[in-house]
């Protein structure tokens, strides 16, 4: 069976909350998002079996380790899609995959030391031009693959903008116009970096994969005319803009285009954001 592999992070993972979140969640059925996020619901368009390859947080390292370890069983008939997250994450910790930024080392007082290291790295020796050339080496090696072994064109669907134009270097490979971040970040309906984590996020973003749902069903279709009429993914028209706000978020008739699970967490959660402050600035805010 034809087989979509989608190598991504946050923007295409499956909703993970911690055991507690889903042992006194109201929803006891809750799949956490596996039947109606962007992937599955693209994956059952064009026919395929989904193969999600995403981790939340993760980097480009820890997504071309799974583009490598799952290269001998992609073939031409299969749909191939990279997430691309931002080019300064680092994969420290091989088991920890999502832990990919020194401010999130830091947040577990048992790694304080690995925090100091990462942050002395991502200060002293982490840079752009580094960046640029393991992003340039990564893609480059993908294009090869693609080329050797006679897979459709790969589709880059940038997550975040990157630090290089990259689009023109690889004939063999395919790039989304925009971003999935700008998409996020457009939805809210006042564009300040304090709305959007204290009247927004509140510690846990209520949407799937940073979208609502509404706006996964808008992805699925520019992917899928993306692998049937070959039309450029374009991310910068048709989404739907500022429909999140306190106000929406508190509307039953607004709660099918958000995560029930993770508004139910993020309704639990004491006022520690820190992380997801961060994460908000991450995304451009």
């Known amino acids: ?6 190598i991504g992070d946050s923007f295409s993972a499956i909703e993970m909350w911690p055991k507690s979140a889903k042992s006194v969640s109201p929803y006891p059925n809750y799949d956490f998002g596996t039947s109606v996020y962007w992937p599955k619901q693209l994956a059952d368009k064009l026919g ?5 390859l995403s981790a939340i947080g993760c980097s480009q390292d820890f997504q071309w380790s799974q583009i490598y370890d799952h290269q001998d069983q992609i073939t ?11 080019a300064r994450r680092f994969w420290y910790f091989h088991d920890c995959p999502g832990v990919s930024r020194a401010d999130l080392i830091a947040q577990s007082p048992s790694q304080a030391g690995d925090a100091e290291i990462a942050e002395q790295f991502e200060r002293y020796i982490q840079r752009d031009l580094l960046a640029v050339l393991n992003l340039e080496n990564r893609l480059g090696a993908l294009s090869y693959m693609a080329h050797t072994r006679g897979w459709r064109k790969p589709l880059i669907v940038y997550a975040m903008s ?12 395919e790039f989304s116009k925009g971003t999935l971040t700008d998409i996020s970040v457009n939805e809210v309906s006042i564009a300040t970096e304090e709305y959007y984590n204290n009247s927004i ?3 846990i973003d209520p949407r799937y994969n940073h979208l609502t749902l509404s706006n996964h069903n808008i992805l699925v279709n520019k992917i899928f005319d993306y692998f049937t009429k070959q039309i450029t993914v374009d991310l910068t028209t048709d989404f739907l803009n500022t429909v999140l706000s306190e106000e929406s978020l508190s509307d039953p ?3 099918h285009e958000v995560s029930p699970g993770a508004m139910f967490w993020r309704q639990s959660l004491l006022k520690d954001w820190r992380i997801w402050k961060k994460f908000g600035v991450a995304l451009g805010r």
């Open 201 to 203: 996020i509140r510690g």
């Open 48 to 52: 395929a079996e989904l193969v999600n």
């Open 76 to 86: 031409p008939d299969d749909y191939v899609i990279v997430v691309l997250t931002e």
């Open 162 to 173: 990157q630090i290089s134009d990259i689009f023109r270097k690889f004939n063999n490979l």
């Open 1 to 6: 069976m034809t087989k979509l592999y989608v």
């Open 253 to 255: 008739d607004f709660q």
